[in-house]
Structure formats: C-alpha cells, structure tokens
C-alpha cells in the first residue's frame, strides 16, 4: 500500500490478458472491470485497506483485448507484521487497523466465466422450464449405488395442472413410488433406454390418474455431463381423448367389418325363423347391448319370436303387442320409422321394461321390428343405430325374398298337387271305367247266357216249335234261373252303390240323425250276411250282450255302413276265418261299431286312400277280387253327414278293424237326449 504497487501473478496476468512485466497500481487495476462493476470492486477494497474487512465478490473483467469475463475475486487486508504479532488477533475476523497499519491486500483472482454461463444457462432453463406451456418434467440420475437409479426432480406448473400432481408431493420420488407399480416401472424402463442409447427417446405411456387410465405422449432426452447422463428433462401431452377417438374408430371398424361378414350369412338365410335368430346373434357378438329382440307380424299382432339370453334375463316379460297399440314396438311399425328411447321411464307406456332403461325399435317394412336394449340411459348411440337400421334393411330384403319363395313353392306345391290329383283322377277314371265294364258286363253276359240256355231248353228244335214238356231238364232250369237271378243281384248291387254315392255327394240323399241302437242294427245286419258268409265258409257273428247302444244317427245310413263293411270282410275272408260285428259305448261322447276280421289285411300304407271312390288294393282287370271300390266310398260320405267317422287298423295278412263312431244318444222313457 506504501507503494501503490499490484502485483500479479503470471496465471493473474493471463486472466487479465496483460504481459507479465507491466508495471500496475491499484488504480490501474481497478480500471480493468467493467465500469458497472468498478464501484463495487472499489468500494470492497477501500473496506478491506479501510477496515480491514476482507472480501469476495464476482464481477466482471475487461481484458486488454476487450473480452469480457467473469471472475471471483477474494482479497485479504495484510498487517504490518509486528503490528499483527502485537495484536495477536483473529485473522477470520479480519484485521483490525486499529491495531496496526495495513500495509497490503492479498488476494486471488478466479476466471469463472464458463461457470457463470452455464449458471445464466441454467437459469433460464429454470426460466424457460416454468414458464413452458407443455408439460415438462425433470428427473435425476443417480449413479452412486452401481445401477442408475431415478428420482423426480421438478415438475413444471403445465405438468401439475395436465395430470393434478404437485411437484412438492412427488419429489424426490421414484416413479413406482409416484405414479403406480406397473406404469412407474414402464417409465424407469423408458428412462433405462434413454440412458443406455443417450439419444431422446418418445414413447406413449398409460397413467392411472383419479381411479381411470389416462394415455400420454411423452418425449425425453438425455442431459449430459462430461460424458455421463446425470438428468433426464422431459415433455408429455395427454392423448386421452385421442386414444378414445382411435379406439372408437377401431371399435367402429370391427362393426363394420364384422357386419359386412355376417350379412353373408344373413342374406343365405331360408325361413323367418332362421332370420331372426341370425339378427340375434348378429346383433349380440357385434354391439355391446343388454338384449336384442326380434318379432314378426302375424294376424295383426307384433310377436316376440327370436330373443336373446340377456333380454330374457334383464326383460322377462315380451307379450305381443297389436298394431294399433301405443308402444314404441306398435308405433316403430305403423310409422316406418326408428324410435329411439333414451330413457324408456320417461314415457307413459303400461310395458313392464325390467331392467332396461334405453332402447331403439327398428323397423323392417312390413315384416316386423327388430329392437336393442342398454341397461345404462342414452346410451343408445347414433353410429350403432345407423348400423343396425342397415342390418334391418339386409333382412328386409331377405325377409321378402323368404316370402317370395315361399309363395313361389306354394305355387309349385299346388301344382304338383293338381297334377298328382289329375293323374290320380285319370287313373280313377280309368279304373271306374274298367270296373264298370267289368262289373256290368259280367253279369249280363251271365244272364244273357242263361237266358239263352232256357230259351234253348223249353222252346225246342222242330219245325212246328212244339216241345216236348217231358225232356226239359227242370233242375237246370232251377240252376240257371238262379244263377240269372244272383247276377241280376250283383248288377243291382253295383248300381245302387253307384246311384248311392252320386246321391250322397250331391245332397240328394238325406240321413236323419234320432236315436238308434247300434247292438240291434249290427245284429240285423249280421243275420242277414249270414247265409254269403255261410257260403264262403266264414264265421260271422255279432258280438256283445242284450244292452242297447244308442247312437244319434239315420238307422239307413247305419246300415249302408254295416252292409259295406260287412259285405267287405266276408269278401276278403278266406275259407275258415272269422268275422265278428260288435257294438259298445265308448265314455260319454261316442257310440262305436267294430268290425273285425281275420281276412288277408292290406298294407297300412293305404289306408289313406282306401276311402277314395272306385279305390282298391288291387286294381284292374287281374285284381284277385271282385267289385267297384265303392263301397268304403259310400261308407265315408255317409258317416261325413251322419257327423261320425272310421278309423282303420290293419297289417298285410293279419286282418283288418274297422271302427266306426257315431255321436252317443241318451234315450229314457223313449224319449231321446242328446
């Protein structure tokens, strides 16, 4: 100080970019910092030679060259030595110049310009980082226990607003311990790779934020320091709604996609049935809906006919709906249009939903409705109700394509019924015609002969045409007079079953239901086939005790059946076998004939046109059996308007059974009551 005098050291000198050998004051130092920090620098040394205060400050310097740099500079207030042994003081307390004179500033100087730099970067990194309208975050590397460990640093105000964390409640913090054990060791993986790769890194990550999953954007880069990641600076975005759009639009996709399938099969479909149950399970495997329901019109009505499991649970009660009733089911069919209900308690209707709350009722022209449920209100979406109206406009289509096929086989059908008929009726003709001529024929042919013969017996050969009354053969006579006569029955015979039928199909035969007893007309009637049955060496007897079995019936039209049916049994009953006719009640409603023979039977097959006119098993002329197939033919029609009916049981050469009801009549005091 005696000598204002600075001395520099050579790393001084090179700091303050002068040479070694220049001579400077305290004066000429001082004019080496910037003029805005000469004050300062002025002020702490004139303390320190003043008041032996020491200092230390940063401020600027200004080289020879111009360069501005930052230095610390600390300077020390030096005694004079005897003084400061006398003093004997502290010298962290500085010296005190009472105590002796200060005869020099010892000092240092410390170029700290990089440092300051990086602290001026740092700064407005923090500036910036704070400041940021994106979510940014920071996250420290700790290296010290071998494998890198992380640790949440900073979260800047956008961060705690994005995602309503604090970043006083999370510093500190790994991210297991701040976010959650799966999504926290997704992100130390995240920022295992970064490190590794030393290069910035974007990855889409799933946080769980107030009980729901959150998706986010997040970009992170690696900050190094003398090559050695020691922070990890990040910035992230939600994508929540994004994510939920992508995953709508995917959703929607697979609808779509899945509906496009479907519809191949929907559109092969063959029946009303099948229709509804693939809309069913098409609707169900497609749509996330508590229940799918299908009904069809039918005689005015709207009926539930395909439904799924889950509407069967949640909605038990599905009755049919007519189409003039206020429902959303009527009102969907009569309009035409889509009836949407975002809340089905809204409405005054009397239908019991269960636990459906929203539902949307879809027409399908005039074929039915086709219908979906939520269990949640106005959840009922505009994509999924577009989709499900195309659906019910693909069945629509197939629903009338159904119907037009089934008219179309309808039509085939009767067609093919009529052929068969007209085939059936030629044949029938056919047959008539060749039991007619045969049936005609035969017997006049017999008595035509017979005639012939008689003729031939009595009347004689001479030319006078006297005959000798002595040779006539009179027990030939006898047999041809009766064998004209049983001909002339069979000729009689199968004219009145001829003359019998056509009366009974044109109403011109009128059967008179009263009281008839049924055991006394089939004893009757047994009597009277007894000598043919005798004949042909069958055993015909009526069955059943002395009690009367009324029946409501005309007593001819009772006989037409038994002489029918009787005539047929001993007809189709060989030598040695046994007819029997009975009578019984059965309950209160019927009054039943039984005829049952042990004849050759016929094949049940037949049994369903054994009734038709001029039908029998064997036809023809080779048929093994006589007759014009009319009688059973006449039997039919006769118990048609006698309100009774017959029932056939029969095998190939075991027999046959023909039952024959009548409605029962109570009769007492001779009076009769139905």
């Known amino acids: 100080m005696r000598k204002e005098k600075s001395t520099l050291t050579d790393q001084a000198c090179r700091i303050h970019g002068i040479s070694p050998d220049r001579d400077l004051t305290p004066e000429r130092s001082l004019a080496f910092y910037h003029p805005d920090d000469r004050d300062a620098v002025a002020a702490a040394f004139r303390r320190a030679v003043e008041e032996g205060v020491p200092y230390d400050i940063e401020v600027r310097l200004m080289t020879q060259e111009g360069e501005e740099r930052w230095v610390r500079t600390r300077g020390e207030p030096q005694l004079d030595t005897s003084a400061a042994e006398a003093a004997n003081g502290d010298a962290s307390k500085g010296q005190d110049s009472s105590q002796g004179e200060i005869v020099r500033v010892r000092g240092t100087v410390q170029d700290i310009t990089e440092r300051r730099e990086r602290r001026r970067e740092l700064e407005q990194a923090d500036t910036m980082f704070r400041g940021a309208q994106d979510a940014l975050f920071l996250i420290d590397v700790d290296h010290a226990g071998g494998e890198p460990s992380f640790a949440i640093e900073k979260l800047n105000p956008a961060y705690e607003e994005a995602t309503g964390m604090s970043a006083a409640s999370v510093r500190g913090k790994t991210p297991v311990a701040a976010i959650g054990d799966e999504a926290g060791r997704f992100r130390e993986a995240q920022y295992q790779k970064c490190l590794d790769q030393e290069k910035p890194l974007e990855y889409e990550e799933e946080i769980p934020l107030e009980g729901e999953m959150t998706y986010w954007e997040t970009r992170i880069t690696p900050v190094l320091v003398d090559g050695t990641v020691e922070k990890i600076v990040g910035s992230t975005r939600e994508i929540t709604g994004r994510k939920q759009q992508e995953q709508l639009r995917r959703q929607r996709r697979q609808k779509v996609e899945a509906l496009y399938e479907a519809t191949n099969q929907l559109l092969r479909a063959e029946g009303k049935e099948a229709v509804g149950a693939l809309l069913v399970d098409l609707i169900d495997d497609t749509f996330d809906y508590a229940g799918t329901a299908v009904r069809f019109a039918k005689d005015g009505r709207l ?245 009367a079995v009324w029946a409501q019936a005309d007593a001819g039209g009772v006989q037409i059946v038994l002489r029918n049916l009787l005539s047929n049994a001993v007809k189709y009953t060989g030598e040695g076998g046994r007819v029997r006719v009975s009578a019984r009640t059965d309950g209160t409603q019927d009054a039943v004939l039984e005829v049952v023979d042990t004849g050759i039977g016929m094949d049940p097959a037949r049994v369903e046109d054994l009734f038709e006119p001029f039908r029998q098993e064997s036809e023809g002329l080779a048929r093994e059996y006589e007759g014009t197939g009319l009688g059973l033919a006449v039997t039919w029609k006769a118990l048609q308007q006698m309100e009774g009916g017959v029932e056939v049981e029969t095998e190939k050469g075991e027999g046959t059974c023909f039952t024959v009801r009548l409605p029962a009549a109570r009769v007492e005091n001779g009076l009769d009551e139905p």
């Open 303 to 547: 009926v539930p006919t395909s439904v799924s499991p889950a509407l069967q649970a949640h909605m038990p009660e599905r009755q049919p709906y007519d189409f003039d009733e206020e429902t959303p089911v009527a009102e969907a069919y009569r309009t035409g249009q889509t009836q949407v209900y975002h809340d089905l308690r809204e409405g005054d209707s009397a239908v019991k939903w269960g636990d459906i709350r929203a539902a949307a009722y879809v027409p399908m022209g005039r074929h039915g409705t086709l219908s979906v449920g939520s269990l949640q209100i106005g959840e009922i979406e505009s994509f999924d109700r577009h989709l499900i109206e195309v659906i019910a406009d693909y069945a629509t289509l197939v629903l009338g394509r159904v119907d037009r096929e089934a008219v179309l086989r309808g039509a085939k059908e009767e067609a093919e019924r009529a052929r068969r008929e007209a085939e059936a009726a030629s044949q029938a003709k056919s047959v008539f015609l060749a039991n007619m001529s045969h049936e005609i024929r035969t017997p006049l042919t017999s008595i035509l002969g017979f005639a012939e013969a008689i003729g031939e017996e009595v009347g004689g050969d001479d030319q006078t045409g006297t005959t000798d009354r002595s040779d006539v053969d009179l027990p030939a006579l006898r047999q041809f007079a009766g064998l004209i006569e049983s001909s002339g029955e069979r000729l009689m015979n199968t004219l009145t079953g001829v003359l019998n039928l056509s009366k009974l199909e044109a109403g011109e035969m009128t059967l008179a239901p009263e009281p008839v007893d049924l055991a006394a007309e089939a004893e009757k009637a047994a009597q009277e086939f007894a000598p043919q049955a005798r004949d042909a060496g069958v055993d015909l007897a009526a069955e059943g005790g002395q009690d």
